[in-house]
């Protein structure tokens, strides 16, 4: 089974950064093609931040461009999130996630971000 365990969140102030990391291990029988990180808020759905291919192409949500960066290291099976100029509104829980030919993988417990305004 694949397991996901994401660390690095933390309370922070409006305009810090923060650096988050995503440990993937039981990939034996399982081809990432794609990973990526999600968040979800209070009274909100989770939604997806960044996405990152094999060949290194992100994708952000237009919320989070600019700001976010998402990296990833295939030989360690680590997925990064480096987060510039946060705001309030990105207050979540923050998940990661990897997606390949046969689906996406269980839920880790998240990380909670919090930024004061």
């Known amino acids: 089974q694949v397991q996901l365990v994401e660390s690095g969140g933390g309370l922070v102030q409006a305009g810090g950064s923060l650096r988050l990391s995503c440990a993937v291990s039981?990939?034996?029988?399982?081809?990432?093609?794609?990973m990526g990180w999600y968040r979800q808020a209070p009274g909100k759905q989770r939604e997806l931040v960044a996405t990152?291919?094999?060949?290194?192409?992100?994708n952000y949500v237009d919320s989070v461009k600019g700001r976010f960066t998402v990296s990833r290291d295939n030989g360690k099976n680590s997925l990064y999130l480096q987060m510039n100029s946060l705001k309030a509104e990105d207050t979540a829980v923050y998940y990661c996630?990897?997606?390949?030919?046969?689906?996406?993988?269980?839920w880790g417990q998240g990380t909670q971000v919090t930024v004061s305004s």
């Open positions: 996630n990897v997606a390949g030919p046969i689906g996406q993988a269980p």
């Open positions: 990152i291919t094999s060949a290194g192409i992100a």
């Open positions: 039981g990939t034996s029988g399982f081809r990432i093609t794609t």
